[in-house]
């Protein structure tokens, strides 16, 4: 006998209105999610239909139906707690641009650091499971093998550091909370996907090398790096993984604790990705200096490759689209 769990949960996703906020609102209200979730839950052996209501915040950009919430006023974010009683939250906003976050440091860890404790503070109080988006920049790329999720990291730069302080405050809150609690730091490398129209191609440092493959009519020639290897995941990869750890976490009550790490396995160096956009637009490399010696800037790290392990172990699908396919279909 088939047991039916109709089963109501109330997902948060701040930074909706950015590339992977965008994607994981998506991912959570596919009717193919929301209605019986991935078919069925072995262990109970029951269907799961599960009805994902989500609430996407944003700021700048909050058009309905996004609310907006400052993640930086204590005020916003208790009010929108308190009005919306989220069972998870997916905690995507940040200041992700690395220049930015250099030069204005107050308002980098006002959002990456204090916001981001205030958020771990609040669910950790009402029971709500809290995934924190990180990246890999937390290391300083010196491994030559693939980082585990209890390597140590040693960030380069300013955005690297405001992304691991972010870490340090959920891990010491959730620690205090007790080993019940449940939260995932999930760590991922260059995102890419469809990019807003208002803000275009250099909403990922992926996509913008579109333009750097257009623009055939550049006076001088642009500097593309061949020798750093990257590992561009799609935005929609990473959030079905957060949508199967949420249903883990906040629906069958599984013990979701802790650093994870996703990552697509395709090693692209920037020049390889601009010359397969050349290809597929038929434009020229003509204009594109390929940067073959290695970068003397030490701000940045030269080769990270998140391992995936404890996702695998724990049976999450960590499957990545193919690069080429994708922008073959998308270009
Ligand atoms: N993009 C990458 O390649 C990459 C790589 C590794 C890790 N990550 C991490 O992935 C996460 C998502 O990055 P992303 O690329 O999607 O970022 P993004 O496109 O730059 O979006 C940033 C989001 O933060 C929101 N935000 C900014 N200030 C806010 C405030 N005061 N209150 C509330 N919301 C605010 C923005 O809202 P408005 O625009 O509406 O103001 C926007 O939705 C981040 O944690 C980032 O560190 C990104």
Redesign the pocket.
Same mark, same amino acid.
Not at 187 to 192: C, N
């Given at each position: 006998m088939s047991l039916a769990i109709d089963t109501r949960v109330k997902v948060l996703v701040?930074?909706? @209105?950015? &590339?992977?906020?965008?994607a994981v609102m998506l991912e959570f209200q596919d009717p193919e999610r929301s209605g019986t979730f991935h078919g069925t839950d072995h262990a109970a052996g029951a269907q799961m239909p599960i009805k994902w209501t989500t609430v996407g915040?944003?700021?700048?950009?909050?058009e309905p139906p &996004?609310v907006k919430?400052? &993640?930086?006023?204590k005020e @916003?974010v208790v009010a929108a707690f308190d009005h919306l009683a989220p069972q998870a939250v997916i905690?995507?906003?940040?200041?992700?641009?690395p220049e930015v976050a250099e030069k204005d440091k107050d308002a980098t860890t006002?959002?990456?650091v204090d916001?981001t404790r205030l958020l771990a503070e609040l669910c950790a109080a009402r029971g709500i499971f809290l995934v924190?988006?990180?990246?890999?920049?937390v290391f300083d790329g010196l491994k030559p093998s693939a980082y585990d999720v209890d390597d140590v990291p040693n960030p380069l730069n300013g955005?690297g550091q405001s992304?691991r302080a972010g870490e340090i405050a959920v891990t010491e809150v959730m620690t205090a909370a007790g080993p019940n609690a449940k939260y995932a730091i999930m760590? !991922?490398? !260059? &995102?890419?996907g469809e990019v807003s129209p208002t803000?275009g191609n250099k909403?990922?440092?992926?996509n913008i090398l579109v333009d750097v493959a257009r623009n055939a009519s550049a006076d001088r020639p642009q500097a593309v790096d061949d020798v750093m290897p990257r590992y561009p995941t799609h935005?929609g990869d990473v959030a079905r993984v957060l949508a199967d750890l949420t249903l883990r976490a906040a629906v069958k009550g599984e013990l979701v604790h802790g650093i994870f790490h996703y990552s697509a396995e395709e090693q692209w160096t920037k020049f390889d990705m601009t010359a397969l956009f050349v290809e597929l637009l038929g434009t020229t490399l003509d204009h594109i200096e390929r940067v073959t010696t290695p970068s003397t800037d030490v701000t940045r790290p030269k080769h990270v490759k998140l391992s995936t392990k404890r996702l695998r172990d724990m049976g999450v699908d960590v499957t990545a689209r193919s690069f080429r396919g994708w922008w073959t279909a998308n270009l």
């Open positions: 701040t930074g909706a @209105s950015g &590339l992977l906020g965008r915040a944003a700021f700048s950009r909050a &996004l919430v400052d &993640l930086t006023s @916003s905690h995507c906003a940040a200041e992700r641009r006002k959002l990456n916001s924190y988006i990180s990246t890999d920049y955005y992304k760590r !991922v490398p !260059v &995102l890419y803000v909403e990922s440092a992926v935005v």
